[in-house]
């Protein structure tokens, strides 16, 4: 992104990198949800046939219907909001997303249509998303490489498998491994023969019934 060739093009780079804060909702100030998505590609300098597509495009990505383009992003619900917020980002295409804790806040249905938008945007576009978080049970949903900082410094990297096996380390610095990890330790502590290496509703589930099938039992 940053090259010594593109130092007369800084603001192009600028627009690189999209920052979604936290609780990006309270940031809002246009009229319409339309007005609110199409801010940041005005200032791209784009004409307004791209503007369009670019705002429309985006609330297909984060599941806006069209019909609420016109509406006040302020009659809009909470989550509606968020999503409102998150899509004013995508709009820019930046070549880099960083989402600062972008679940904050929300129920658990819309936690997950969060993290479902984030995980099918960075599919299709192929982008970097950086996802800022101290959920570890989020991190485990969406992550493919995770980075844990300490007091402004980088305490470990690796996949989720790497660094969800340092549960002692990671508790000593505040965070924590899931709770369903947590409870497959402590079965494995416990003289089960358990896959510990699970982070989510749905790897318990499998192996679950991986057990009990090994065991002899219908499930």
């Not at 705002?55 to 302020?74: A, C, N, Q, T, W």
């Not at 099918?120 to 991190?139: A, C, L, P, R, W």
């Not at 019934?209 to 499930?219: C, P, S, Y």
């Amino acid at each position: 992104i940053w090259e010594k060739k593109n130092r007369k093009n800084i603001r192009q780079v600028r627009f690189a990198v999209g920052l979604c804060f936290q609780y990006p909702e309270y940031q809002i100030f246009e009229e319409t949800v339309f007005s609110e998505i199409a801010f940041g590609p005005k200032q791209m300098g784009l004409d307004e046939k791209e503007i369009e597509k670019r705002v429309y495009e985006s609330m297909d990505y984060v599941g806006i219907s069209r019909e609420l383009s016109k509406k006040s992003p302020f009659d809009l619900s909470g989550g509606q909001k968020r999503r409102v917020a998150i899509a004013s980002i995508i709009a820019m295409k930046p070549s880099v997303l960083i989402l600062d804790e972008p679940c904050a806040g929300l129920d658990p249905k819309g936690r997950d249509r969060i993290l479902n938008l984030i995980t099918s945007y960075q599919k299709k576009e192929g982008n970097t998303v950086i996802f800022v978080s101290h959920s570890m049970e989020d991190i485990a949903k969406i992550a493919n490489r995770v980075l844990v900082m300490n007091k402004g410094s980088v305490a470990m990297t690796g996949s989720v498998d790497e660094v969800f096996s340092h549960s002692a380390e990671l508790k000593e610095m505040g965070l924590n491994v899931p709770e369903i990890t947590d409870v497959f330790l402590k079965l494995r502590e416990m003289g089960i023969d358990c896959k510990t290496n699970i982070y989510t509703i749905e790897q318990a589930q499998q192996e679950y019934e991986r057990l009990l099938l090994e065991r002899g039992r219908a499930v």
